[in-house]
């Protein structure tokens, strides 16, 4: 999860702390070089702001799918920053290679999208005290509602088949919201894949990795190496509810990836494992979805 372990991390990788400048600078240039690479043949996508009506409010969200045709759904949960043009740029990705995807705010209870200026780093003092209010207004079960919500709104979607799976991906906070997505709606949910997510298996009792037995998806978890050194028991908490479960799993440290290292307005976005992860989902949701 982002905190200040994060905060040491992308200082000893970048050699020393960057001023707010400069990490906007390297933000603003990673996003350009990273959004996004671009599948051969990838389909036109046509993309809109949503609202998501829910048990709770209103949810802003972006909707972005193929010009044509219908497709699989799929929900993506952000990271502690939140739904924000890096976000949508992925969520156009994943819609070139053929998907209708539904990127959410899930801290629309409070504040819309985006709650934070593009190029903003968790680094910063004024990022943190804006957007840790927000990530401690979340709660399992306002996930689950948002996630029956969601998986609802793409159901009455034109763009999107029903008769196949919804997929849903998850990035740092948003790895434990995959699992539970999965679990609140098991019809619905083919396969899930967390980056680097944090609180995955822990002995809370309302540990993510406890709803396993809940669900009917396959799944991809990819580790960040600083991650799985924190806290190398994770993964084999997962493995074994899975396993137990006698559901796919794919699970694995991905070697010299920092926490964060998908997202590619993130100071340690690493594009190589970065493109690595990215093929290991579309090959997930080629499989799993139907």
């Given at each position: 999860?982002?905190?200040?372990?994060?905060?040491?991390?992308?200082?000893?990788?970048?050699?020393?702390?960057?001023?707010?400048?400069?990490?906007?600078?390297?933000?603003?240039?990673?996003?350009?070089?990273?959004?996004?690479?671009?599948?051969?043949?990838a389909s036109a996508v046509t993309g809109q702001d949503v609202t998501v009506k829910t048990p709770d409010g209103e949810a802003d969200c972006y909707f972005t799918h193929p010009a044509t045709g219908r497709h699989a759904g799929v929900i993506v949960w952000p990271d502690i920053?939140?739904?924000?043009?890096?976000?949508?740029?992925?969520?156009?990705?994943?819609?070139?290679?053929?998907?209708?995807?539904?990127?959410?705010?899930?801290?629309?209870?409070?504040?819309?999208?985006?709650?934070?200026?593009?190029?903003?780093?968790?680094?910063?003092?004024?990022?943190?005290?804006?957007?840790?209010?927000?990530?401690?207004?979340?709660?399992?079960?306002?996930?689950?509602?948002?996630?029956?919500?969601?998986?609802?709104?793409?159901?009455?979607?034109?763009?999107?088949?029903?008769?196949?799976?919804?997929?849903?991906?998850?990035?740092?906070?948003?790895?434990?919201?995959?699992?539970?997505?999965?679990?609140?709606?098991?019809?619905?949910?083919?396969?899930?894949?967390?980056?680097?997510?944090?609180?995955?298996?822990?002995?809370?009792?309302?540990?993510?990795?406890?709803?396993?037995?809940?669900?009917?998806?396959?799944?991809?978890?990819?580790?960040?190496?600083?991650?799985?050194?924190?806290?190398?028991?994770?993964?084999?908490?997962?493995?074994?509810?899975?396993?137990?479960?006698?559901?796919?799993?794919?699970?694995?440290?991905?070697?010299?990836?920092?926490?964060?290292?998908?997202?590619?307005?993130?100071?340690?976005?690493?594009?190589?494992?970065?493109?690595?992860?990215?093929?290991?989902?579309?090959?997930?949701?080629?499989?799993?979805?139907?």
């Amino acid at each position: 999860m982002c905190d200040e372990h994060t905060e040491r991390d992308i200082d000893a990788a970048l050699g020393s702390p960057l001023t707010r400048r400069g990490f906007a600078t390297v933000t603003a240039v990673a996003a350009v070089a990273a959004i996004m690479p671009r599948a051969r043949g990838a389909s036109a996508v046509t993309g809109q702001d949503v609202t998501v009506k829910t048990p709770d409010g209103e949810a802003d969200c972006y909707f972005t799918h193929p010009a044509t045709g219908r497709h699989a759904g799929v929900i993506v949960w952000p990271d502690i920053l939140g739904l924000r043009p890096a976000l949508r740029a992925m969520g156009d990705r994943l819609a070139g290679s053929g998907y209708a995807v539904l990127v959410a705010n899930p801290y629309y209870r409070k504040a819309r999208a985006p709650v934070v200026p593009e190029g903003a780093s968790f680094r910063d003092a004024a990022t943190r005290e804006a957007v840790m209010p927000l990530y401690q207004s979340l709660s399992p079960e306002g996930n689950v509602t948002d996630a029956k919500a969601f998986v609802e709104f793409l159901d009455a979607q034109p763009a999107v088949d029903t008769a196949r799976k919804i997929g849903t991906t998850g990035y740092c906070m948003g790895g434990p919201m995959t699992m539970r997505t999965a679990a609140a709606a098991p019809d619905r949910i083919g396969a899930g894949a967390s980056f680097h997510g944090g609180g995955l298996a822990t002995d809370d009792d309302d540990s993510p990795h406890l709803l396993v037995p809940d669900m009917r998806a396959s799944f991809l978890f990819a580790i960040a190496e600083n991650d799985d050194e924190r806290d190398p028991d994770a993964k084999v908490k997962l493995r074994e509810a899975f396993d137990a479960a006698n559901l796919n799993a794919e699970i694995e440290v991905y070697a010299g990836a920092l926490h964060g290292w998908c997202l590619p307005d993130s100071a340690v976005y690493h594009e190589e494992q970065a493109e690595r992860a990215w093929a290991r989902l579309l090959a997930l949701f080629e499989t799993a979805l139907g």
